[in-house]
Nanobody
Framework: QVQLVESGGGLVQAGGSLRLSCAAS????????MGWFRQAPGKEREFVAA????????RYADSVKGRFSISRDTAKNTGYMQMNSLKPDDTAVYYC??????????????????????WGQGTQVTVSS
C-alpha cells in the first residue's frame, strides 16, 4: 500500500508560479514512478509529468514542457512539481499518483492514468486571467 498526499495548490494570476508537493508513505520501492495528472471540469484526466524514483528519469506532457519541472527528494519520500508561467488553461485539480509496475530500462515512463495504482486526493489549482 502507498499513501499519497498532495499540497500546494491555490489561486494564482496568469504568469505566476506554484509549487505542488506529494508526500508518499507506505511501501515505496525505488523502481516506482510518481506521476502528476490534472483534471479540469468536464474534461478527462490528463498526464502532466512523471519521474522515476530510482534515477530521476522524467517525462513531460508537451503542454507543460519548459514551464513545469518535476523533481523528487528520496530522503523525504516527497515529489514536487514547480509550475511557472501559469495559464488559465492550467486550471484543474492536480493529482499525484504512483505506478508500481512501470516499464523498465529505456522504455518511456507511462502516461495513461490506468497504469497508476495509487492516487492522492488532489489539490485545486486555479489560474485567473
Amino acid at each position: 500500500q502507498v499513501q499519497l498526499v498532495e499540497s500546494g495548490g491555490g489561486l494564482v494570476q496568469a504568469g505566476g508560479s506554484l509549487r505542488l508537493s506529494c508526500a508518499a508513505s507506505g511501501r515505496i520501492f525505488s523502481w516506482y514512478v510518481m506521476g502528476w495528472f490534472r483534471q479540469a471540469p468536464g474534461k478527462e484526466r490528463e498526464f502532466v509529468a512523471a519521474i522515476r524514483w530510482s534515477d530521476g528519469r522524467i517525462r513531460y506532457a508537451d503542454s507543460v514542457k519548459g514551464r513545469f519541472s518535476i523533481s523528487r527528494d528520496t530522503a523525504k519520500n516527497t515529489g514536487y512539481m514547480q509550475m511557472n508561467s501559469l495559464k488559465p488553461d492550467d486550471t484543474a485539480v492536480y493529482y499525484c499518483a504512483a505506478d508500481t509496475n512501470p516499464a523498465f530500462g529505456g522504455a518511456p515512463l507511462r502516461v495513461g492514468p490506468e497504469n497508476y495504482d495509487y492516487w492522492g486526493q488532489g489539490t485545486q489549482v486555479t489560474v485567473s486571467s
